[in-house]
T-cell receptor, first 114, second 114 residues
Framework: LAKTTQPISMDSYEGQEVNITCSHN???????ITWYQQFPSQGPRFIIQ???TKVTNEVASLFIPADRKSSTLSLPRVSLSDTAVYYC???????????????FGRGTQLTVWP | EAQVTQNPRYLITVTGKKLTVTCSQN?????MSWYRQDPGLGLRQIYY???????DKGDVPEGYKVSRKEKRNFPLILESPSPNQTSLYFC?????????????FGNGTRLTVT
């Protein structure tokens, strides 16, 4: 079971780019890396997912080095509404998978200041 | 609307009184799972189910039971709740497909056991 390590908290200002790194040294060959965002009293919400190299969508980018032992979530030009907890999740969950055990860890509290 | 629905949203009960938290999804997802969230500990998986009649333990299964008799429902059962089960609970589901499959979360159930 691939466990993850993230910073407990980060601070930023509006308009800045924020990079949150997650370490997952024992990632398995079939594991994907997924990031979720959670606001207080709400369920986590999917942001982005990747397997290797770089993935970009309308809200974030995900950078994964060749050895896949870490990943970096990049949020461009953050706003106050990006204040939330961000979780990095490593696991295999696809067709034919028999592995449903997932480890979320403690997440990173991002606070964006005006 | 595609969603994961948990009920109730809030529940206050007393030690030893059996309770059930329901979870239902309308997306025909094979995979469903339960998590508890406590301050400073992040999300911890309680149980998961890869499909109907297939369930397995997560990281913190003690004191909980689950069942998966139908694809859409995955209730969490506390046979004899104790105060250390006071927590925020989330249910999630996912479609097992050819690549990594994101989780869809419910809005949570805040349980207080006195």
């Amino acid at each position: 079971l691939a466990k993850t390590t993230q910073p407990i908290s980060m601070d930023s200002y509006e308009g800045q780019e924020v990079n949150i790194t997650c370490s997952h040294n024992n990632i398995a060959t079939n594991d994907y890396i997924t990031w979720y965002q959670q606001f207080p009293s709400q369920g986590p919400r999917f942001i982005i997912q990747g397997y290797k190299t770089k993935v970009t969508n309308e809200v974030a980018s995900l950078f994964i080095p060749a050895d896949r032992k870490s990943s970096t979530l990049s949020l461009p030009r953050v706003s106050l509404s990006d204040t939330a907890v961000y979780y990095c999740l490593v696991g295999e969950l696809g067709r034919g998978s028999t592995l449903g055990r997932l480890y979320f860890g403690r997440g990173t509290q991002l606070t964006v200041w005006p | 609307e595609a969603q994961v629905t948990q009920n109730p949203r809030y529940l206050i009960t007393v030690t030893g009184k059996k309770l059930t938290v329901t979870c239902s999804q309308n997306m025909n997802h094979e995979y469903m799972s339960w998590y508890r969230q406590d301050p400073g500990l992040g999300l911890r998986q309680i149980y998961y189910s890869m499909n109907v009649e297939v369930t397995d333990k997560g990281d913190v299964p003690e004191g909980y039971k689950v069942s998966r008799k139908e694809k859409r429902n995955f209730p969490l059962i506390l046979e004899s709740p104790s105060p250390n089960q006071t927590s925020l609970y989330f249910c999630a589901s996912s479609l097992l497909r050819g690549e990594g499959s994101p989780l869809h979360f419910g809005n949570g159930t805040r349980l207080t056991v006195t």
